[in-house]
C-alpha cells in the first residue's frame, strides 16, 4: 500500500488453455477527515468531536454555540440521519442538547457559550466510517439550518 492506494496485478490462467492478465487497477480508501469538524450556518455552530461505537449503539458527540442572543434550538432525532460508505441511511434514535434528551429536545441557547449535544444511532454495526453525517436544526430561531459533516471516523474505546 503506497499513500493510501493498494495496486493488485493478477495474471490467471484456466486449465493451461487461456492465460489473462489483468493490469494493475488503483483502488484508494477513503480519506477519514480528522477527529473535530466544525460547520457554522447563519451564526450557529457546531463542533462534530467525534464518534464512538459501544455496544449497538452508535454516539457522535457535538458541540453548539449560537453567535446570536437567546435562539431556542432543537436537536429533531427524525431530523439526523449519517449515511456510511455502501450508502445505506441510518436515521438517529435519540439526540441530546444541554440537559435534554429524548427524540426531540430543545433548549435556550447563550450567546457565546457552548453546549454539549450528541445524536445517537442504532443498528449501524457494519459502518466502520461515515460518508456524511445531517444534522438539521429545530425550534425558532434555529429552523431549518442545516450541518453535513464529510468523511467521519467511528471508534471504538478501548476498554
Given amino acids: 500500500m503506497m499513500n493510501g492506494v493498494r495496486k493488485f496485478a493478477t495474471t490467471i490462467a484456466l486449465a493451461g488453455l487461456v492465460t489473462l492478465a489483468v493490469e494493475p487497477c488503483v483502488t ?16 450557529l455552530t457546531i463542533d462534530l468531536l467525534r464518534c464512538e461505537r459501544s455496544n449497538q449503539a452508535t454516539k457522535c458527540y457535538l458541540r453548539i454555540t449560537d453567535a446570536k442572543q437567546g435562539d431556542y434550538c432543537q436537536l429533531m432525532a427524525k431530523s439526523a440521519r449519517a449515511f456510511d ?17 429524548g427524540r426531540g429536545p430543545g433548549i435556550s441557547l447563550v450567546r457565546g457559550i457552548p453546549v454539549s449535544a450528541s445524536v445517537t444511532f442504532r443498528d449501524m454495526q457494519s459502518a466502520k ?11 425558532r430561531g434555529c429552523a431549518g439550518r442545516v450541518f453535513q459533516f464529510r468523511d467521519v471516523a467511528i471508534t471504538v474505546p478501548k476498554r
Fill in 85 to 101: 460508505f455502501a450508502g445505506n441511511e441510518y436515521i438517529a434514535k435519540e439526540t441530546q442538547i444541554g440537559s435534554q434528551t
Fill in 129 to 139: 466510517d461515515l460518508a456524511g453525517l445531517e444534522i438539521i436544526a429545530g425550534g
Fill in 28 to 43: 484508494s480508501a477513503h480519506e477519514i477527515a480528522p477527529a473535530q469538524q466544525t460547520v457554522e450556518v447563519e451564526g
